[in-house]
């Protein structure tokens, strides 16, 4: 079935330091592909999405490029802030056989130190 | 824009007591969802809704859970007997969800259980 897989936290960076999380899909058909983050004590929120291969999606200076050849969607920030720490998922939805549910990775706390 | 609504935040029990967990999603939205998330883990999908009537409910356990969705608005969880592995935050969602099957879903607080 459809799954999704992220690479193990905690992520401990200083301020500025560039990001990359890295999130790697597997699905039959053409899913789009989402970041959601969980910031303490608030529900989760969509970050970016791609619905497409090589779509770019981008928000809040985070960037993740939907990769079919490599089926990845790796999550990426330049210049971390303090106010960045959270828990970063990484999810798809649709594609073959999908009633449009999403199947979320299993997390990626980032700790952003100032 | 009001965005979903659940209710209790928190919620503590003992084993084999039940309880039940209440979601308004956004107005409009078709689509409601109800997610499992185990402390460092990702959101499972329980059940979705589309309107009143039962999309998925392929990883619910329906010997204890239980799901509702009157009306095609309101949604209501139900644990009966709680057990300890039930602890978790209960999420509910929801999208418009129409024919294009990857909208957004917009997720509300959660509901946190812990079963003692």
């Known amino acids: 079935g459809n799954s999704v897989t992220q690479m193990e936290g905690p992520v401990t960076l200083s301020e500025e330091a560039f990001l990359t999380i890295n999130c790697t899909y597997t699905?039959?058909?053409?899913?789009?592909l989402f970041w959601y983050v969980q910031y303490p004590g608030e529900g989760l929120q969509l970050l970016l999405k791609?619905?497409?291969?090589?779509d770019k999606g981008s928000n809040k200076g985070f960037e993740a490029t939907y990769r079919k050849e490599t089926t990845s969607f790796h999550l990426e920030k330049g210049s971390v802030q303090v106010s960045d720490s959270a828990v970063y998922f990484c999810?798809?939805?649709?594609?073959?056989?999908?009633?449009?549910?999403?199947?979320f990775g299993q997390g990626t706390t980032l700790q952003v130190k100032p | 824009e009001a965005g979903v609504a659940q209710s209790p935040r928190y919620k503590i029990i003992e084993k084999r007591q039940s309880v039940a967990f209440w979601c308004n999603p956004i107005?409009?939205?078709?689509?409601l969802y109800w997610y499992q998330q185990i402390l460092g883990q990702g959101p499972k999908l329980l059940i979705q809704?589309?309107?009143?009537?039962?999309?998925?409910d392929s990883q619910l356990p329906k010997d204890r859970f239980s799901a509702e969705r009157l009306k095609g608005v309101d949604s209501t969880l139900k644990i009966q007997p709680a057990k300890l592995e039930d602890s978790a935050v209960y999420l509910c969602?929801?999208?418009?969800?129409?024919?294009?099957?990857?909208?957004?879903?917009?997720f509300g607080q959660g509901t946190r259980l812990t079963v003692v």
């Open positions: 107005s409009g939205h078709a689509t």
């Open positions: 699905a039959t058909g053409y899913p789009s």
């Open positions: 969602a929801s999208s418009l969800l129409g024919r294009v099957l990857s909208t957004e879903a917009f």
């Open positions: 791609a619905t497409k291969a090589d």
């Open positions: 809704f589309q309107n009143n009537g039962v999309v998925d």
């Open positions: 999810a798809l939805s649709g594609g073959a056989g999908n009633t449009g549910k999403l199947i």
